[in-house]
């Protein structure tokens, strides 16, 4: 939709971070909450050690939120943030940061209820004409 926000914000270990990229990736803005990156995990398959899935802990305006690829964590009715990517400092050997993708949809459940009424009027509509069928029949 038109009016779909997406801001891209990397957010590290040391500082909360108050703005990000704006979709174009031209210029920062600020966003309406804090984030910091409390923890970052790797689970890897016992096998051959290559990854399954990444996790991490965000603080968003103080309060810890558990994030993971594929699993976004909605911070309010019209805002989700996903995880997009992470940034490993060397000398360390841990993650020092990871790039968060916060998306705004002000419209997601006006859409949700539409598509449920257009799935709710074709039952219905069907089970009408089964009704009127089983009527006709002799």
Known sequence: AGDTKELYAVVGRTQETTSALNQEKERMEPISHSLKLM???IETHADNSSPVQYSATIRIDGTDCPLAVNRPYPISWDEDLYLMNYETDSRV????????LLVCQPWKYVSLIGILMLLAGTIWMM??????RKEARP
């Open 39 to 41: 923890a970052f995990k």
């Open 93 to 100: 050997g841990e993650v020092s940061s990871c790039l968060l």
């Open 127 to 132: 089970s009408a004409r089964n009704r009127r």
